[in-house]
């Protein structure tokens, strides 16, 4: 057990070792001459030298990638260009906020889309599963912004019943906050549900067709009795799995539904960053979300393997 | 008579596979859809009422008409037929950014899955850590970095999709390495791109197309969401995304039909394809 949990550890700090560079490479690499892109095409050729060396960018590439991973491992993640100030704080503050939206989708998808994929595996073959499933899948592909608009233009354009921004007045009640976040939350539902119902419905008809199920109903046991008892604790183990590589499509979506709704979280940042060509700002979020996503996936899969003594001493996936 | 029945049923599983997709109806509707947008794609300027550039400044914002059947827009443009005529970039960027995708990604998992051994375990990782992020912060990044134009988009886009297409065909190549034709033609001499590509690709060419037309859907969600976040081709041609980007802080002031309309278009693409996608991988499945 130990052995596996260092295995997987140890595998990823490689991978978040190999996003590094990727990020290091999109973000410094790539984008050519950070100090002309600054000051522009007219700036004077002494100036961007300057800034060159202020920034650092005249270095060689190893040092400049050693003195990054270096700083950011020391939580020193640079100066944003854009509001020319340190990029924690700000992230900081993103984080939270994205946080907050990111749990109530999960608070409200996890039960729907554990509910769908059970009631679509129990009417297996009928039309409910595959208008469940079909549903699921279109939701699960249509864009956060064009379900945003739609729920934007029904609830607070013709209803008025809901605001269209997500940001609450400061110092407003969690009840308000609460309100404020219902429609952004609703696109990331959306592109949830479709993922956690697909799961859930193929682990519930695998306990369904399995022996023990089989003896369990021959047994006499009702049908509900054998569904919450037997059929559902082994079918949700592997829900749990994907409900965690799925933040990372939560947080893309973040991107989008945080734009749409004006909401300061982490997606915005990245966004404005990216528009900004602030790429300090952008590689520092890109890189927390993969870290996010990273102790996602590693507390799902610690959590699989607790669960289920059979995975204990199996091969990583 | 059974003996009169089994090859009948025998008969009808031997039937084409357009045969069978045709018996769907979500095949039949998703294709109509497909087909539809296809068709504006191509002929969009001809079959739009207005001409989709033709500002009119004394009828701006205004709500759908019968002249206007989805209204006009802040500069007084035609809706719908700004609609009609958008489908065209969408389906130009994502079917070749896709292509791409596919092509490589069954190339580079043909490699992984037969080859095996170290290269396969790194490329493992790094497909890894290109997976621990959402594909749209990477494209984001690279197009922010890389600037955008239709090239870059079906180029970062195809290799975005290469290491996830690259998976699913390695685990398939891997499933048919196990099979008895595979040591076969290895013991008759044949070289290692024969075995790949003659020997192999052909019976993971299933799970190649299903790997398609399920991308296919996610390059028009990725070129829609790029243009909506202001990093889509600017030209002169009108364009989903970009509209919807340029419009929809209008959306608080209740002019909804500028935004709602190419957003509908959108999920109508979307949904068209999936329905495709979900019909191909029903009937190879079997």
Known sequence: MAIYLLRRLGLAVITLWLLSVIVFFAGQVLPGNPARSILGPLAAESAVKA??????????????????????????????????????????????????LGALALIVIIPLGILGGVVAALNAGRPLDRIISLTGLSAATVPEFVSGIVVITIFSVELKILPASAAAPAGSSFLTQLRYLILPAIPLVFVLFGY???????????????????????????????????????????????????????????????????????????????????????EAGVLTIGVVYMVATLIADVTTTLLNPRLRTGVIR | MPAGIVPREAERRQQPAWRLLLDRPTFVIGAAILLFWIVCAVFGTAIAPHNPLAQQLLATNMPPSAAHWFGTDQLGRDVFSRVLVGARTILIIAPLATLLGTVLGTALGLALGYLGGIVDMLVGRLVEAVLALPAIVVILLFVAALGVSTITLILVIGFIFTPLIARTVRSAVQVEGQLDYVPAARLLGERRGWMMFVEILPNVFPTVLVEFTVRLGYAIFTVATLAFLGFGVQISTPNWGTDIYSNYVLLGAGYWWETLFPALAIASLIIAINLVADSVEQVLAG
């Open chain 1, 51 to 100: 800034l060159d060396h202020q920034l650092g960018v005249d270095r060689p590439l190893i040092t400049q990638y050693f003195s990054w991973i270096g700083g950011t491992l020391h939580g020193n993640l640079g100066e944003s260009y854009q509001y020319q100030s340190p990029v924690e704080p700000l992230l900081q503050a993103a984080l939270v906020n994205s946080a907050k």
């Open chain 1, 196 to 282: 956690i119902a697909r799961i859930a419905r193929a682990g519930t008809i695998e306990a369904l067709e399995s022996d023990y199920v089989r003896t369990a109903t021959l047994k006499g046991l009702k049908r509900h009795v054998v569904i919450w008892r037997h059929v559902l604790r082994n079918s949700l183990l592997p829900t749990i799995t994907v409900i965690a590589t799925q933040t990372g499509y939560l947080i893309g979506g973040l991107i989008v539904v945080e734009t749409l709704f004006n909401y300061r979280g982490i997606g915005n940042l990245i966004f404005h960053a990216a528009n900004a060509k602030d790429f300090p700002m952008l």
